[in-house]
């Protein structure tokens, strides 16, 4: 046995027991742990599949944001915890839930284990036409030229879901402050992290998102990291967040994912399709799309993670 | 040459790999939250600094070592940070769920307001004229005048 494939079977069995753990565990906070744990090690296993690409998503999104909003649900929920954790479901409900469940975990199973050798795989194709789209990251070239629609649900369901989240304010909170403040010492230590760190990863997040076209990185997980640069700098009180009735805020959230359609239907009129993108020009208008999406997604996923609205704004 | 770079690294590394289980060792069986965060710390500073001391022969200079120093020295940084944080809100006592983590103030990111409990549970503090009993030393107190103004300055 090499000492690979030793460390891969000690990654899966990890994998595992976290996965039950998260399931088991009866406190919400201790799930959100375990669950945020089972992404960081999701992380490795996509590096020992040389999946770099969604390695990064996973850290960013799977581990750090999703880990975020879980803990500030968590956090919500404490308070009805102990009442709830009195209702357990009856033995029927439980057993359903149970019998789903390992009948989704069968079928994927016979899904996988019944792939053809080699699986059909659309890489070559992908590959083949990689110089007409003018970026040198395959993932890159899927996600904005060959399955542009996707990425623009996928933009427009962060939207929607912040929305939802807008939505759950307070009438009398409505258009205000999102809840995140901080009473933070400004000269204490989180200020000191957040001035050395800020600077930092404000460069990391811009790097990766730029480095995108020709390697793993890309806007999500850039956006992620500016995202958290910015709460990390409202945390450490040396910044607010705005009242979310700002009109400069709502035009950036609104800017990405139109200036998407507009390139995406331009498509009809200059090239065959929506979507399709004008000989030579294909490069430069992914460029656009993606500048004009990442400030959308740093705004919409850092106020996702502030939450509802709960202040007023400014008479 | 080669060969001594390789034992150094082998020696690092084991090394750093002991300062790791001593840590969760730690984590395990020390008896409170601040000597826990010690043997964290351990682990975290001496541990990942070995293992980083000792595959440093092994990678391309300049890049990629000053990659992997740079990364330590982040995790230090990181590190120092979130033991200070959560040394103090294990000081100012709470139980082990979240609100050991999310002390209502002092140097910490305050996710877990009471305003939430507001919105789910209970009116407004400025409609009921009462302030939640967690509210009662932060910085802007609930009541109706504080709910008309800006954010502080």
Known sequence: MTLALAVDIGLT??????????IAVRDTF???IGFVTYGLLLTLVWV?????????????????????????????????????????????????????????????????????????????????????????????????AYRAMDTLLEAIVVLLALVGVWSLAHDRAWGGYPQLRSHADPDGILAYFARVMAPVGIIVGIYIFWIGADFPGGKF??????????????GAGLAHLPPVSQTWLRVLLVAGPLVFIVIGFAGLVTAEAVFAYPNGYAKPLILAIEIALMPTLVLALALLVAGAPQRMPPQ | MKIALDIFTIVAVMAGAFFFLAG??????????????????????????????????????????????TIWLFALLAGATVGQLMACAARRGGSNTVDTLLPPNGNTVELSTPTYQIVGRQPFAAETNRVPSRHRDADLPLNSTALHRGPPT
């Open chain 1, 30 to 32: 201790a799930s959100v």
């Open chain 1, 221 to 234: 997980q850039g956006a992620t990291i500016l995202a958290a640069m910015w709460l990390l700098v409202i």
């Open chain 2, 24 to 69: 969760t060792v730690g984590l395990l069986r020390f008896p409170d939250p601040l000597t826990r965060l010690h043997a964290l710390t351990k682990a975290d500073n001496l541990g990942l600094g070995l293992v980083v001391l000792g595959l440093l022969p092994q990678t391309d200079w300049p890049l990629d070592t000053i990659k992997l120093v």
């Open chain 1, 13 to 22: 069995l990890l994998i595992l027991a976290m996965a039950a753990w998260t």
């Open chain 1, 48 to 144: 020992r599949l040389a999946a770099p690409d969604v390695a990064l998503t996973e850290a960013a999104m799977g581990g750090g944001l999703t880990g975020a909003l879980l803990i500030g649900a968590a956090a919500r929920l404490r308070s009805t915890e102990s009442a709830s954790r009195t209702e357990r479901p009856s033995v029927l409900t439980r057993t359903l839930a149970a019998v789903l469940s390992a009948a989704v975990t069968a079928a994927l199973a016979i899904c996988v284990l019944n792939l053809p050798d080699p699986a059909p795989t659309l890489a070559p194709a992908a590959a083949a036409q990689l110089g007409s789209t003018g970026v040198g990251n395959p993932v890159t070239a899927v996600l904005l």
